[in-house]
């Protein structure tokens, strides 16, 4: 038998049965097992070889044009009691999920190869990580696991220890978006996905696992798994302040998490540590901290954008041993993307002749995967069992008008109130429109497994159970000028904002009330360096009460739709802040410096 764990012998067989593979292949994790799968997929043309010269053992993936993103609306919770997947997820009777999806599976390995996954997300000695299996007939979704977790013998040791492990099944069937289902069984612990090779869509150890049963786990289990990069902010007395930050996707997670101080900061001693880009377990530590883990071991990002200027350690880790999805190609062989450089492509992400009449080189949603210990700012706390203690969390959206560049919570509860009011406008990660505001609290929208109302709670229920909890505040780095032009320049400068929220965990820096939260004035921020028009400056620092007031109306009609799941003082927060902007359109609010 290929496990210690007669449960997932079973399952495997079980699974075996009903797809009728003609191989079934253990996965070990191997250099030997990934050269073999590698060269498979050479012959296929699965992968292409990149230049050996400037991109060493890198390839270049096109999917099927129909499947390069999320399908939110063919993602599925399906828990027995409908209200318990919330009105923000799509729902299905877990009966007819399970006939429906067995029915897509019926035979539809004949002729491949079945791969079994054991994976694990998050170090494999940690207490915080958690085990999973992906089955699937896709070596490029196994290429890809590879890379973004920690996959083979050791996982497998790890499972057959704990004994319990998330069920994913994944098939490419067809890529017939017609025949495309995500689907999530959060009580027995499973995930099936049909139809789709894309990353968040068949990469189950990532947003579906790590976020979508990670999230029901922790709510039952008493820990948060969050959409959140996590950073490691060093100031030049060497001390480093962890920070996670939720922000949608193809909002600048992967930049932020890499960033590289502006000159005048880097010649003083800041600096940036990796720690994650896109997801963050956390658990209350012994000392009451919040301590976070990254679950996974490698960076999905987009690669649209990422440029010398925007984020020069992405560069850095992307010239060997990555897969590119869905990019240009030079005529000289190497990955090319809108924002990379000058150059013009010679193909583009179909493989047709580049012509500019036909729409970027580069999907927008193309992407990159590589292991993170490639990239030059990782920090070796992304292997620490026990996690990193988290002073701040941030949460922030993409706003072109109202939202300022930041703000800090008061308290706990009304940070809970600032991550379940976020709104963003919408990216080419998800199929469907791009820059339509939409509600997206936490940045969970597409990746809580459960009711919001619920969520909500769970986030309030840290507020009383004695933690020393982290600060709590809100950006935006997506502000527009009536011109359409950013306001604030973003990428190394964000590190601006983050020395604010770092000196304000410590006590060192001053801050200003406004009705909507805890404002810099200009001279708490050490803008040395940086041209900022004063008028840009203006607009970044103020709160316009008429238009936040109308932001909450907004906010309390979108609370209304989890109806009595809404946790109390979540409404007694959001009416206090309605209050609080009543009164400063009447012209009586405090706007009392606090430091
Ligand atoms: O598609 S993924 O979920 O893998 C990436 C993203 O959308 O954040
Ligand atoms: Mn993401």
């Given amino acids: 038998m290929p496990s210690q764990l007669p449960a997932l012998n079973q399952w495997v067989d079980e699974v075996a049965r009903r797809t009728r593979p003609a191989h079934v292949h253990w996965c070990d994790g191997s250099d030997a097992e990934h050269a073999a799968l590698v060269a498979r997929m050479e012959a296929t043309g699965d992968l292409l070889p990149l230049s050996p010269d400037?991109?060493?053992?890198?390839?270049?993936?096109?999917s099927h044009p129909s499947d390069v993103a999320r399908v939110e609306h063919l993602t599925y919770v399906c828990t027995r009691d409908p209200r318990d997947a919330g009105p923000n997820n799509h729902w299905m009777e877990p009966a007819e999920a399970h006939a429906m999806m067995d029915a897509l599976f019926d035979g539809c390995m004949q002729g491949r190869t079945l791969y079994v996954i054991p994976y694990c997300m998050g170090p494999v000695d940690s207490p915080l990580a958690r085990c999973g299996v992906e089955i699937t007939d896709s070596p490029y979704v196994v290429a890809n696991m590879r890379l973004m977790t920690r996959m083979g013998a050791a996982a497998l040791a790890r499972i057959e220890r704990d004994g319990t492990f998330v069920r994913g099944l994944h098939s490419t069937g067809e890529l017939d978006p017609n025949r495309r289902f995500i689907v999530h069984f959060p009580e027995e612990l499973a995930i099936q996905s049909y139809g789709s090779c894309y990353g968040g869509n068949a990469l189950l150890g990532k947003?579906?696992?790590?976020?979508?049963?990670?999230?029901?786990?922790?709510?039952t289990e008493g820990w948060l798994a969050e959409h959140m990069l996590i950073v490691g902010i060093e100031d030049p007395r060497g001390e480093v302040t962890y920070v996670a930050a939720a922000f949608?996707?193809?909002?600048?997670?992967?930049?932020?998490?890499?960033?590289i101080p502006p000159p005048a900061f880097r010649e003083q001693g800041w600096k940036v540590w990796t720690i994650g880009d896109d997801i963050c377990w956390m658990h209350p530590g012994p000392d009451g901290r919040l301590y976070a883990i990254n679950p996974e071991a490698g960076f999905f990002g987009v690669a649209p954008g990422t440029g010398a200027k925007t984020n020069p350690n992405a560069l850095a880790m992307l010239d060997r041993d990555a897969i590119f999805t869905n990019v240009g190609l030079t005529a000289d062989n190497q990955p090319w993307w809108e924002g990379l450089d000058e150059r013009i492509p010679a193909f583009d992400w179909q493989g047709r002749p580049y012509d500019r009449a036909n729409g970027p080189a580069a999907h927008p949603n193309a992407r990159f995967t590589v292991s993170a210990r490639q990239c030059p700012s990782w920090s070796p706390k992304m292997d620490d069992p026990n996690g990193v203690p988290i002073s701040a969390i941030v949460f922030g959206g993409r706003r072109e008008s109202l939202v300022p560049l930041v703000m800090q919570a008061r308290d706990w509860n009304h940070g809970v109130l600032l991550g379940a009011a976020m709104a963003s406008e919408t990216t080419a990660a998800a199929t469907g429109a791009v820059g339509v505001v939409r509600r997206d609290p936490m940045a969970m929208k597409p990746f809580c497994g459960y009711n919001f109302g619920d969520y909500f709670s769970h986030w309030l229920s840290f507020g009383h159970r004695g933690l020393s909890l982290p600060k709590i505040f809100h950006v935006n780095w997506f502000r527009k000028g009536a011109d359409g032009r950013f306001l604030w320049p973003g990428f190394g400068d964000n590190l601006r904002v983050l020395e604010w929220i770092v000196g304000r965990c410590r006590g060192s820096r001053g801050a200003v009330e406004t009705p909507v939260g805890l404002l810099p004035r200009r001279a708490d921020l050490d803008l040395s360096g940086l041209a900022l028009p004063d008028a840009a400056l203006d607009a970044l620092l103020s709160v316009d009460p008429a238009g936040y007031h109308r932001e909450y109306a907004a906010i309390g009609e979108y609370l209304d739709?989890?109806?009595?799941?809404?946790p109390g003082a979540l409404r007694l927060e959001h009416r206090k802040a309605v209050a609080l902007l009543e009164q400063a359109a009447a012209g009586s609010a405090p706007r009392a410096a606090v430091g």
């Fill in 54 to 62: 400037t991109h060493p053992r890198c390839h270049l993936h096109r």
């Fill in 248 to 259: 949608p996707s193809a909002c600048g997670k992967t930049n932020l998490a890499m960033l």
């Fill in 561 to 566: 739709e989890f109806g009595d799941r809404v």
């Fill in 207 to 219: 947003k579906c696992h790590a976020l979508r049963i990670a999230s029901w786990q922790a709510r």
